[in-house]
């Protein structure tokens, strides 16, 4: 399954990895969502400075982990190493946003299927001068809005380690979580799968 087929921007919404194991340990305990936001609210889980804030992140992570469906990936976030933390919320990313998605799959998962291991500011913006003569929604993005998504899309790349800083100019090899791809391939989600340098 493709994740949504609307462009969401990723201006404010970016990694969260501390934010997702905070509300994915509050999930496994079996707090509703408005019971899950009460509690990240009064007790200021995220150390965030206004209430807005920790509501909005609140509601994005609960997206995010909601589109896994999947009491073991949430548990593979509060339970698995970093690594293996960070791949699944790296999965919900690409399940919830159709521009990560693009990315992680249509650039990245190609370069690995590719054996071509370079990167560059090139790659990403090939991607975005596609977006926006396919898609009337991301055409209208300004230019500061752009250059923010480019930012953030770079930057996943150095959370996950397919970068060594967000300067370097090769991938990194990945090695997929065997949990987390024990599942997608259950889900024959194999276009996701490239994007872990995965293609059994």
């Not at 990560?100 to 650039?107: A, H, I, K, L, W």
Request: glycine share 2%.
């Amino acid at each position: 399954m493709e994740p949504n087929t609307s462009y969401k921007t990723l201006t404010r919404e970016q990694f969260l990895f501390s934010e997702m194991r905070i509300t994915s340990r509050l999930m496994m305990q079996g707090l509703s969502d408005k019971e899950i936001l009460k509690e990240v609210e009064e007790d200021n889980l995220y150390q965030y400075p206004t209430n807005k804030m920790i509501r909005n992140i609140t509601s994005v992570c609960l997206k995010r982990l909601h589109i896994l469906d999947s009491e073991k990936l949430v548990s593979l976030i509060v339970n698995g190493s970093s690594d293996t933390a960070k791949q699944t919320c790296l999965y919900a990313m690409i399940k919830y946003y159709r521009i990560v998605y693009d990315f992680m799959v249509g650039v990245i998962g190609e370069k690995y299927r590719l054996k071509d291991m370079s990167y560059s500011r090139m790659d990403v913006n090939v991607l975005f001068t596609r977006l926006q003569e396919q898609n009337e929604a991301v055409a209208k993005w300004s230019e500061s809005t752009i250059q923010k998504n480019k930012q953030v899309l770079t930057k996943l790349l150095v959370e996950n380690e397919y970068l060594d800083s967000i300067k370097s100019t090769t991938l990194n090899p990945v090695l997929i979580d065997l949990e987390l791809k024990e599942v997608l391939q259950e889900r024959n989600e194999k276009a996701i799968l490239s994007a872990f340098n995965c293609f059994e």
